[in-house]
């Protein structure tokens, strides 16, 4: 049986009370409910000030969440006002997000800047979350960076349409068909590695996408925000 990844984007969302009170939701439904957790990676990715509160709440309550960090800085410490770096995250986390279309959007992040973000990422032995919006981005990373090969196995890889994500522009979602055979393509290029798929996965459609054979598993935005939704995710897995 494959291992699934869930992971959840909280992106700019939750205060410390918000996540204090979503981790005991969630362990308070998880003890009533006894979900079967065994062969599933579950991963948090809060906002930055969230993080620290996060790994305690997940060990105090046993629930054995990893976490993660939505960006990193792509410089080492220095004078870069307002950056986190991978010195800074090495001891807090486990994972990070990394090329969300998002960052590319809002924060004008390339390609080149996402491969000195997975430099470091593999330097301080955080794993990356890579999101890849296409093919052709595949590509230019492909180009850009003998790391996306060499270190594949190291690397999970998200495909993730930008307009299949929720609240997005034009919003047209993927199939589950359409999700394995783009996920394949990634394979196919890069080799044997984990590919989640990422857009608008929920509890009623994420079984859909988990069934697919080149498929490990989801990077979930709006649906992880609502503790109840997440764990109906997971149980649906
Ligand atoms: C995301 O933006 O990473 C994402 C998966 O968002 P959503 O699930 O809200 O579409």
Not at 5 to 21: Q, V, Y
Not at 104 to 121: A, C, M, P, Q
Not at 199 to 222: C, E, M, R, T
């Amino acid at each position: 049986m494959k291992k699934l990844f869930i992971i959840a984007n909280w992106k700019s969302n939750k205060t410390i009370e918000e996540t204090e009170k979503w981790f005991h939701d969630f362990s308070e439904k998880l003890l009533l409910e006894s979900a079967d957790l065994s062969n599933k990676e579950l991963i948090i990715c809060p906002p930055f000030t969230a993080i620290e509160r996060s790994h305690d709440y997940s060990v105090n309550l046993k629930l054995s969440i990893k976490i993660g960090a939505q960006n990193i800085s792509k410089f080492k410490q220095g004078a870069h006002t307002g950056e986190v770096t991978g010195e800074m995250l090495e001891s807090l986390v486990l994972y990070c997000i990394v090329g969300h279309s998002e960052r590319r959007k809002y924060f004008g992040e390339t390609d080149d800047d996402v491969i000195e973000k997975i430099k470091l990422l593999l330097e301080y032995k955080i794993t990356p979350v890579l999101c890849i919006s296409d093919l052709s981005q595949l590509d230019s990373y492909v180009d850009r960076g003998k790391q996306i090969i060499e270190k594949a196995e190291d690397i999970i890889f998200v495909y993730e349409p930008p307009n299949a994500i929720s609240g997005g522009g034009e919003y047209k979602p993927d199939s589950p068909d359409d999700a394995n055979l783009n996920a394949g393509k990634i394979k196919e290029k890069v080799g044997e590695t984990k590919i989640l798929y990422g857009g608008s996965v929920n509890s009623d459609n994420a079984s859909s996408f988990f069934s697919q054979p080149n498929i490990d598993g989801a990077l979930v935005g709006q649906a992880s925000l609502d503790p109840i939704e997440f764990l109906q995710i997971i149980k649906n897995a």
